[in-house]
C-alpha cells in the first residue's frame, strides 16, 4: 500500500500552525483518499463531500451539521470538506465557520479546481488557512532514494545508482500507465486506456461545465485533444485559435481554464542576464503524459512534471520561494529547464532522449549564468560528471536523479 507519507508529514506540519488547511490537485489524484488517511489520526473525524446528494441535503438543512459529530473522547475533531468550492458562497461559509469555531475543530478543505486562484464567492479568506498541493504519483514519491533539501542546494549534481532498478521500473510504469492511482495502481494499459479517454471528457463536461460559464464545449474537447502535438515548444496561441476558428482570447481564456483544473500546467520563461531572451511565450505540458505518443516529447513532459511536483511543494513546506522556467532567445537557442530561488537561477536542466553529449545550447546558457547543470536522458545505468569552463554539468538518467528530489 502506498502511504504518501510525504502529504500526510506536510498536513501535520501545516495543520499544527492553522486551524484549517486547504489541498488542491487534479482530480482522482488521491485527495479524498489521502484526507482518509488523514482522519485516522482523528479519533473524532466527520467526511463530507459536496459532490454527494446526502451531504448537500444535510448542508441545506443544517449549515452547521458538523457540530453533531459523534465524539470517543475529548480531542479536537476532524471536518473534512470534500468540492466544497462546488458550493456559490463557500468562501463566506469556510470563512464563518473558522472564525466561529477554529478553536473546537480542525478543518481540511480539499478539491480538484484551483482553491488558491477560485474568483467566485465573497469575502477573502487571507490570513485563515494554509494550503498545500496533492499531486499524483511522481518518481520521486515512489522511490527510495530522497536527499534533504539541505544536501540538494548545497550540491544539486549529486547522484548515487541505489535501487537503479527500481526507480526505472517506477519511471517506465509512470510513462505507460501515468501517475493517477487508478491506472497506476492496476499496472494494466487497457485499465489506463479506459480512464484516460473519460478523465478528460468527465472533467471538461461535469466539474468545467457545471462552475464556468463556457458555451463552446466541444470546441473546448477539441482544444484538449490538440495540446500532445504542442508539448515541447513554446505555445502558440495564435496557430491554436486559427485551427478552432476563435479569437486569441478566447483559447488564452480557455487555456487558462485547463490550468485551473490540472489538465495543464504552464512554465514561463527565464529572461534576467540572457541576451535575447524571449519575452511572453510559454510551454505548456499535461497531468495525463500517455497522452503524448512522441517519445522524446513524452520524455521531456515527465521530466517537467516532476520538476513541477518538486518545486510547488519545497514552496508548501517554506523551503523557499522557488520558480520553475524556460529559456529561449532569439537566435532560438533554448535549454528544457531552470529552476530558481528568490529570482536567482542555481540549476539548469535538459532533457534529452540519448543524447549523452551536452547540448550545445546547456554550455552556452551555463556560461552566461555561471551555475551548474543536468542533462537528463532516458536510459543507461551510470552517470558522467563533464566540465564546462568553470562550471560542471551532470550526465545521467532520469529515473534516478529525479526519484533522489526532496
Known sequence: MITRRLYINLWQELASEKGMVFIAGPRQAGKTTLSKLISHSYTNHYYFNWDIAEHRTLFYSNPLFFEGVRRKDSSIPLIIFDEIHKYKDWKNYLKGIYDQFYEDYKFLVSGSGRLDIYQRGGDSLAGRYYMFHLFPFTAAELGSGNITMDAFLKNPLYINMEHAKKHKDIWNAISNLSGFP????????????????????????????????????????????????????????????????????????????????????????????????????????????????????RFENMVALELYRAVTLWNDMGYGNFSLHFIKNKEKQEVDFLLANNREPFLLIEAKMHDEKPSKSLLIFQCALNIPAVQLISEGDSYRIVSNDKNKILIAPAYQWLSQLP
Not at 486559427?242 to 483544473?261: C, G, I, Q
Not at 500546467?265 to 500517455?290: G, M
Open 182 to 297: 487508478e491506472p497506476y495502481l492496476s499496472g494494466r494499459t487497457t485499465t489506463y486506456r479506459r480512464w484516460s479517454n473519460t478523465y478528460s471528457h468527465q472533467l471538461i463536461r461535469e466539474d468545467i461545465r457545471d462552475i464556468i460559464d463556457i458555451k463552446s464545449i466541444t470546441d473546448l474537447e477539441t482544444l484538449y485533444l490538440l495540446l500532445p502535438s504542442k508539448i515541447g515548444s513554446p505555445l502558440s496561441v495564435q496557430s491554436l485559435a486559427n485551427d478552432l476558428k476563435a479569437s486569441y482570447n478566447t483559447v488564452r481564456n480557455w487555456l487558462d481554464v485547463f490550468e485551473r483544473f490540472f489538465l495543464i500546467f504552464s512554465l514561463p520563461t527565464w529572461t534576467e542576464n540572457i541576451a535575447r531572451a524571449i519575452q511572453k511565450e510559454k510551454k505548456v505540458y499535461l497531468w495525463d503524459t500517455p497522452r503524448i505518443k512522441e517519445p522524446s516529447v
